[in-house]
């Protein structure tokens, strides 16, 4: 399987799911009343597991989810997995971000699972999300490959192609964009032979190196996930090129079932971006 978990899980309907999470949260806002907020996260982690059984919750801590093709792998871990079907994420930060909304809906999408929880016992009082998704593996499947101004520059360029398509048959869209990233570095030979530094410079002052993934000493490839102003990274990468001595970046985002590339060459003049 191009996808595993340590253990079958098991999809829960909205309502078993809640009955589930309702137990779990129940027993979080009980630790943080008792101990307070300024615990490490494995401290909550392990007493929201320790809780959870003590109430006849099976729980698996340190949940495992893998990704593999041929050679490569890659391991995830939910912090539980609560009976079979219900992944809850702890957090001990000053307030949950899109980040942490994004890898727990990673590893739903891992398992093929419809719900997941968010608790961050670092605030006053626990912040509690629930983070679902309607999208199955069949659906993650439906994907369009766009090659929007591309340009195969090198036998690499045709070869990058080649290996994302056959990650996105295997695995589907969605994932974490540092998975796609991580398995192409690997087909295409390793971080010894891809990551490389590229000088990066103001007027004709070297102001430093910067790691890059090269298809060739002057053509570099980036993966993304931006859905909502594309044309902003898309300037971003422009103006970055500007001060390097790279010909192109082979630029692949990921936009829910759209999948884009193009190839980003140093443009002559860059006008003003203006940032959300």
């Known amino acids: 399987m191009p996808i595993h978990t340590e253990t079958p899980v098991r999809v829960f309907d909205q309502e078993a799911y809640h009955q589930v999470t309702h137990i779990v949260t129940g027993l979080a806002f009980d630790i943080h009343n008792e101990f307070g907020r300024y615990l490490d996260e494995n401290l909550y982690q392990g007493e929201l597991t320790r809780r959870c059984r003590a109430r006849g919750l099976t729980v698996q801590p340190e949940f495992r989810m893998t990704a ?7 391991h995830y871990f939910a912090d539980q997995l609560i009976d079979g079907g219900v992944i809850v994420e702890d957090k001990a930060v000053a307030a949950l971000a899109p980040i942490h909304r994004a890898q727990t809906l ?17 605030t006053e009082r626990v912040q509690r999300e629930f983070v679902s998704t309607s999208l199955t593996p069949a659906a993650r499947h ?24 056959r990650l996105l048959h295997d695995w589907g869209a969605f994932l974490d964009t540092l998975l796609y990233r ?7 030979g390793g971080e010894e032979s891809v990551v490389r530094e590229v000088e990066v410079t ?28 594309p044309d902003i990274v ?26 884009e590339l193009r190839t980003i060459t140093r443009p002559r003049d860059i006008e003003p971006c203006n940032a959300e």
């Open 182 to 188: 991580d398995a192409l570095t690997h087909f295409l």
């Open 68 to 74: 593999t093709l041929g050679d490569f792998n890659k």
């Open 142 to 165: 439906q994907f369009e490959i766009v090659p929007t101004d591309w340009q195969p520059l090198t036998a690499r360029c045709r070869q990058l192609l080649e290996i994302l398509s």
């Open 234 to 259: 898309l300037e971003h990468h422009r103006r970055f090129l500007r001060h390097t001595d790279l010909r192109a970046i082979q630029w692949i985002n990921f936009d829910h079932h759209r999948i």
């Open 106 to 122: 990673n590893y739903l999408f891992l398992c093929g699972l419809h719900h997941g929880t968010l608790l961050n016992f670092r």
């Open 202 to 229: 103001s007027g004709d002052t070297v102001i430093g190196t910067q790691k890059m993934h090269l298809l060739a000493s002057d053509v570099a490839f980036s993966v993304t996930a931006s859905r909502h102003r």
